[in-house]
């Protein structure tokens, strides 16, 4: 169990368990000769990645900040991934329960990031958090929609299109004050619309960073993924973000990241990005 207390925060990783991606996939053009130096691919050049959730409570409210692959995959799709669907399991551990969550918040609707924002009950796709109001910007939902062929085997409808006809989905229309202490701001790259997750208390700042920087193997600015659909604002927003995030010495959450689920980012002896883990 990973936990930490930052300001009057206590922050706890959850986990939905790991899956399988290619490692190509993961790390698009940066030649295989440089990337396998830090992680090392299987014999069919999948690597195994993470899906961690970050649980905020503050004695007021509790939030959760994505919901992993969830449990409605296709069995040719679980197949492919190997994923375990273990959120609910990770609840437990924490000592949390689903009806007590108030805020979830997803900062884009691919399949491993939302999937359990709902759950099948009699074939019937239903808020797995019923309390919760959940938040995500109204142009990733519209993106979500078109189903262009580039990217719609990412999305499910059935993990968000219940919730907003249910009235339960707030859709956002650019950076936004979700609770005090909790925004969210929009940092294009991974998708148009991926928002990332700041959490502020006595003077102190967390982030989870959703795809904007997956694991700590990504943090090299240029070490963009292939599933990014704008790799250069990728780069660009990476700078960005780090102008902020090093001198201020946010704790970042990384969301795909099952070994290293957050740390914070410090400017090596290289001039690059470079992770100490939270504790060091």
């Known amino acids: 169990m990973h936990r930490l207390t930052v300001g009057d925060n206590e922050l706890t990783i959850l986990s939905d368990g790991t899956y399988e991606l290619d490692g190509g996939a993961m790390f698009g053009v940066v030649p295989k000769v440089l990337w396998e130096k830090r992680i090392?691919?299987?014999?069919?050049?999948?690597?195994?990645?993470?899906?961690?959730?970050?649980?905020?409570?503050?004695?007021?409210?509790?939030?959760?900040?994505?919901?992993?692959?969830?449990?409605?995959?296709?069995?040719?799709?679980?197949?492919?991934?190997?994923?375990?669907?273990?959120?609910?399991?990770?609840f437990e551990e924490a000592g949390a329960a689903?009806?007590?969550?108030?805020?979830?918040?997803?900062?884009?609707?691919?399949?491993?990031?939302?999937?359990?924002?709902?759950h099948y009950r009699e074939g019937k796709a239903v808020a797995t958090f019923p309390r919760a109001r959940y938040y995500v910007q109204k142009g990733e939902l519209a993106h979500a929609h078109e189903q262009h062929e580039r990217d719609r085997v990412s999305y499910m409808t059935d993990n968000y299109d219940p919730l907003v006809q249910s009235g339960q989905m707030t859709l956002l229309d650019g950076d936004a004050e979700i609770a005090p202490g909790i925004s969210v701001r929009v940092f294009p790259g991974h998708t148009r619309d991926m928002q990332i997750v700041v959490v502020r208390s006595g003077g102190t700042k967390a982030c989870y960073a959703s795809d904007l920087i997956p694991t700590t193997h990504h943090l090299d600015p240029t070490w963009v993924m292939g599933y990014d659909l704008y790799p250069l604002t990728c780069i660009d927003n990476r700078h960005k973000f780090y102008a902020e995030a090093i001198p201020e010495k946010w704790l970042v959450a990384f969301t795909h990241d099952h070994e290293t689920p957050w740390a914070y980012v410090e400017m090596g002896d290289k001039g690059r990005p470079v992770a100490r883990p939270a504790g060091q």
Request: with cysteine; hydrophobic share 30%; aromatic share 4%.
């Open 40 to 90: 090392q691919p299987d014999a069919r050049n999948m690597l195994t990645v993470g899906t961690n959730s970050l649980l905020v409570r503050d004695g007021k409210r509790t939030v959760l900040i994505e919901t992993g692959i969830g449990s409605k995959l296709s069995e040719k799709s679980q197949s492919i991934y190997k994923n375990q669907a273990r959120l609910m399991q990770s």
């Open 98 to 118: 689903p009806d007590e969550i108030d805020i979830v918040i997803n900062t884009h609707l691919h399949f491993d990031h939302c999937g359990w924002n709902t």
